[in-house]
Every structure is written in structure tokens, then in C-alpha cells.
């Protein structure tokens, strides 16, 4: 599996950090001109999705989405920080770790902006307010996992499933927060976009700096 150039990467992770980022405040300001009540979309979905309701795809739901947690998900991603920063990986730490705490702030904030009160018939826990979904935002944390994989570990070098793997359960995340009701459909997809803004600037910053440090040492070469 073959990554673009540096130059490259970081400009395709600006551009997705972009468009993240407008899909995220687009959504926020319609949700708020509506008075932060769901939209026609969420309560087509969620109703839709309360019809299909399976206690044995509700069982499998609630073990995914732990994946998600905010507990599973900042312990995950400090622990990796902590062991990429002592194999001195600091540009796949800046991405794994600074997009974490991004992330966190952008749910914190959107959460206290929008004030959208979540469904009341979730079969999964949930707590405060709805938008962005943590969960999903979270979850974006997973394709990033198994792209630093194939990056650090060499036995993954040019390897497609750790990332597959991570996009897989990245999506599955929001899926199962809808499937289980303790969110609005927007939520998830606000919650996508917000973690797209979050590790996308998290990982141009690492690849940023890295180019700089490259370049300053090859500088000092004699």
C-alpha cells in the first residue's frame, strides 16, 4: 500500500480538514435555526431504524459501540501516543495524540453550542447533550490506528487490512449509536466531520513537522 508524498498528504488532509469542517458548521447552523430539534431526515431514519429493531443485532450493537466510548477511546489513543513518543514516532504521535485532544475540545464545544436533546427511546446508554456525536467522532480514531500501523510496524509496511479494519470499525461506531438510538442521524455525521477536522489537522501538523525536521538535518549535513 502506497501513501502520496508528504507535500501531498498534507494537502490532502487540509482539503478534508476543509470540507469537514464545513460539513460540521452547516450542519450545527441548521440544527440550531430549527431550535436544535431533530431534522426530517433524523426522525425518517430513526424511525425507520425503531422498526427494524432485533435484540440479537441490538446485543452485537451495544459491543461495538463500546469502541467508541470516550474512556476506550482517550485511553486507546494515549496509550499509543505514550509508546509511539518512547520509539520516538513523534509525527505519528502528534497524529494519534493531538488529534485526540482536538477532538475532544470540538465535541466539548459543539456539544455546549448546539444543546440538542437526544432521542428518548435509546436501547444504549448516552450522556449530555447529542451534537456532535462523541462516539462517532471518536471512532475516527480507529482508521488513523491502522494507518500509523502500516506506517510503524514493519511487519504491516504496504499492508491494506489494518486500515481497512479501521475504517470498518470507524463506521460502524455511528451506525450502531443510530441502529441504538442515543443519536440523531446529523449527530453521527456531525460526529464523522468532527473527527475528520480533528486527526486530519492533527495529521498534516505531524507530517508538517516532520518535513521541517528532515530538511533542517539534511541542512546541517556536512
Do not use: C
Not at 498534507?10 to 460540521?24: D, K, M, Y
Not at 440544527?31 to 425507520?48: F, K, N
Not at 428518548?120 to 450522556?127: I, N, Q, R, Y
Amino acid at each position: 500500500m502506497e501513501y502520496p508524498s508528504p507535500p501531498r498528504a498534507i494537502r490532502l488532509l487540509l482539503v478534508a480538514a476543509a470540507v469537514a469542517a464545513a460539513v460540521l458548521l452547516v450542519l450545527a447552523a441548521i440544527i440550531l435555526a430549527g431550535g436544535s430539534q431533530p431534522l426530517g431526515i433524523d426522525l425518517w431514519v430513526h424511525d425507520r431504524v425503531a422498526d427494524l429493531a432485533n435484540d440479537g443485532v441490538i446485543t452485537v450493537g451495544r459491543g461495538i459501540t463500546h469502541m467508541g466510548d470516550s474512556l476506550v477511546a482517550w485511553i486507546t489513543a494515549g496509550v499509543v501516543t505514550v509508546a509511539l513518543l518512547a520509539f520516538r514516532k513523534w509525527p505519528h504521535a502528534i497524529a494519534v495524540g493531538g488529534g485526540m485532544l482536538l477532538a475532544i475540545g470540538i465535541v466539548r464545544v459543539g456539544k455546549a453550542v448546539v444543546e440538542r436533546a437526544r432521542p428518548l427511546d435509546a436501547v444504549a446508554p448516552g450522556s449530555g447533550t447529542s451534537f456532535p456525536s462523541g462516539h462517532s467522532t471518536y471512532g475516527v480514531m480507529w482508521l488513523v490506528l491502522g494507518i500509523v500501523a502500516t506506517l510503524v510496524i514493519p511487519a504491516l509496511r504496504g499492508r491494506r487490512w489494518p486500515v481497512v479494519l479501521g475504517a470498518v470499525i470507524m463506521l460502524l461506531i455511528p451506525i450502531t449509536r443510530v441502529y441504538l438510538r442515543p443519536h440523531w442521524f446529523t449527530d453521527v455525521i456531525g460526529g464523522l466531520s468532527a473527527g475528520t477536522v480533528a486527526f486530519a489537522l492533527a495529521g498534516a501538523l505531524g507530517i508538517a513537522l516532520a518535513v521541517r525536521h528532515a530538511s533542517r538535518s539534511a541542512g546541517s549535513s556536512p
